[in-house]
């Protein structure tokens, strides 16, 4: 059975009435969900709305481990009604034919709720953290928005990748809380990207569980370095080896952040689906 239910609109706990999704990007995600999913549930989304509610001036992130390109739409249309939604994605979307129906989306739903990231298209689509990215997407935030964001590069499997930086990095620039999301999916296509796996989505509808983590906030980490060290290696500058040291130190500390909601994304899916956490997982439950 497909579920058409929306939560209701909520006030924080302060009697403010809550930003939400632009209408016009909400139905087209909704329509995307109900094109391609015979059914679709949720699970979490009710405990993360009383937290909000606990927490009215927080800022929030969301984030997915990115193995379905279902899984950005499943956001929208689980969250949206209580979350003023930005889309991020690969900038590559804005300039390549091959991703055509991204493109033809992105139109859709106006370019105001979609956001460009760094990405590489050589081969498999992968990310390129550049710093400069999340001064604009911080900005957003502060204005009200609540981007989603891929927790691990896309996924062509149905299978988890090693997580990505970006949304830890985002989450201590912002002090905002990371909710981890995982999709679900059974029967459809594995990872709705190109024109052979979109054909068999529609043919092959899928099961959807839409589950919502608790939200998440990380030990501060000083990421000041990181800008330091960008911008003397964008000007030619010379970075010093303490520089240098200290940069590698900050990294390491954001892949540990990232390695473990990763691993608590992981937790939300079957094993089939863990990829690169599944042994991870297993660890951590023993």
């Known amino acids: ?8 609109h909520q006030e924080d706990g302060q009697g403010h009435e809550q930003k939400t999704t632009d209408s016009k990007f909400m139905a087209y995600c909704e329509k995307a969900v109900k094109l391609f999913c015979r059914e679709f549930s949720t699970e979490g989304v009710e405990r993360l709305l009383e937290f909000q509610q606990q927490h009215p001036e927080a800022k929030f992130i969301i984030t997915a481990s990115h193995t379905n390109n279902l899984d950005a739409p499943s956001a929208i249309k689980a969250l949206g009604v209580n979350f003023d939604m930005l889309l991020t994605g690969e ?3 804005l300039e390549k034919l091959k991703y055509l129906p991204q493109r033809i989306m992105i139109q859709a739903i106006g370019r105001d709720n979609f ?5 590489a298209s050589e081969g498999k689509k992968h990310g390129v953290f550049n710093p400069e990215n999340f001064d604009g997407l911080s900005e957003k935030m502060t204005d009200g928005k609540t981007p989603w964001i891929a927790n691990h590069p896309f996924s062509t499997t149905g299978q988890m990748k090693k997580a990505s930086v970006g949304p830890v990095y985002l989450a201590q ?3 905002a809380y990371i909710v981890p999301c995982g999709l679900d999916m059974s029967g459809g296509s594995e990872s709705m990207e190109g ?11 899928a099961s959807v569980k839409f589950h919502v983590g608790e939200p998440v906030k990380l030990p501060p980490i000083d990421i000041g370095i990181i800008d330091d060290v960008f911008n003397k290696r964008k000007n030619n500058e010379t970075v010093s080896a303490e520089e240098k040291a200290l940069f590698s130190e900050v990294i390491r500390k954001l892949r540990e952040q990232a390695e473990l909601l990763g691993s608590n994304i992981a937790e939300m899916l079957p094993e089939n689906q863990r990829g690169v956490y599944g042994k991870t997982v297993e660890n951590r439950t023993e």
């Open 195 to 205: 024109v052979k796996e979109i054909t068999k989505g529609l043919f092959n509808r």
């Open 115 to 119: 956001f460009p990231l760094d990405y």
């Open 173 to 175: 620039k912002t002090g």
């Open 91 to 93: 900038s590559v979307l």
């Open 1 to 8: 059975m497909y579920s058409e239910r929306h939560l209701p």
